[in-house]
């Protein structure tokens, strides 16, 4: 028995004078209506109608239960209205972790919107070049490249990232074009440690077949957008994410080289503890970061992250 519905219809048959008006008026069938009502005297153990073939009134019970039955109406209308005024405001705090990289590309202008929107949230970015555990950090989400292994984390997937091997023209012109990957081995190559590639290797797959090329250089660092301004400087060569470097390709700044091998694929996802799934604030920001971004669906990565979770 649905004792709120049955107090909802037992109300509306007062309010219409008969069953059949109240069923006409929630717009179900007239024995719906009757039966909810005897439900209704059944578990409170008394008549609340006078019932005859003419008219239909209250008991001396049904008039005082009926006092009852405005009271809790009243309290719920007020708690749906409560529940509603709480879901219209929303706060609260958020801890993200993700690396540098990621937040100039990917949260710099949604965190700008998604806060102005929703001014009572908070939100702590933590940016490393480390893949950290959600838990020991106290972390909401992280943005994370690779693919997440079976963990107490939900990963949801929001895109793909792909990998491009540049230098500047004036570089190529100096130093000559590698034209297959192991070529790279003759380089000053600047290498991504975010990237956590064993042995400072750079991978590329032949007709199916993996290449993991060793590199050396002079520079290693963990700000890919530091690495493309000393590539497109003309000190060497870099293996970045194409968000990073396609503008200074399409400007003629950097040149893609290689570009006819294809790199191994990653996805880009956003992950969070299980703890969180119910979390209204974090799931806005999820959707805004998801809908901020619909084409990277369209593009791949080649750099893995191990959870550690």
């Not at 005297?41 to 239960?65: F, I, K, N, P």
Request: charged letters at 25%; a negative charge; hydrophobic letters at 40%.
């Amino acid at each position: 028995m649905d004792k709120l519905r049955s107090i909802e219809v037992f109300r509306e048959v007062v309010r219409c004078g008969s069953f059949s008006a109240a069923a006409e008026s929630l717009q179900i069938v007239t024995s719906a209506v009757s039966r909810q009502v005897s439900e209704l005297e059944a578990w409170l153990g008394v008549d609340l109608l006078h019932r005859t073939t003419r008219s239909l009134g209250l008991t001396d019970e049904g008039q005082r239960y009926l006092d009852y039955f405005e009271s809790i109406w009243n309290s719920v209308q007020d708690l749906e209205a409560f529940a509603s005024h709480q879901q219209n405001e929303i706060s609260g705090a958020l801890r993200i972790t993700s690396f540098p990289f990621m937040a100039d590309y990917l949260l710099r202008q949604v965190l700008q919107e998604f806060l102005a929107a929703y001014p009572g949230v908070q939100i702590t970015l933590t940016l490393t070049d480390r893949v950290v555990s959600l838990a020991d950090g106290g972390f909401d989400l992280a943005i994370r490249v690779g693919d997440i292994p079976d963990s107490n984390l939900i990963a949801r997937k929001i895109g793909l990232v792909e990998m491009r091997t540049v230098a500047s023209p004036e570089y190529l012109e100096l130093h000559g074009h590698p034209q297959v990957p192991p070529d790279l081995r003759d380089h000053n190559c600047l290498f991504d440690s975010v990237l956590d590639r064993p042995n400072r290797r750079w991978d590329y797959i032949d007709n199916g077949k993996n290449l993991s090329i060793p590199v050396s250089g002079s520079l290693v660092a963990n700000k890919g957008d530091l690495l493309r301004d000393l590539a497109a400087a003309g000190l060497g060569i870099a293996y970045l994410p194409s968000f990073l470097v396609d503008r200074d390709i399409r400007s003629g700044r950097l040149v893609e080289i290689l570009g006819s091998y294809t790199k191994p694929t990653f996805p880009l996802s956003i992950v969070y503890p299980q703890s969180r799934r119910t979390n209204r604030v974090l799931h806005l920001l999820i959707d805004a970061i998801t809908e901020a971004y619909p084409g990277l669906d369209e593009v791949t990565s080649s750099f893995a992250q191990p959870e550690r979770d």
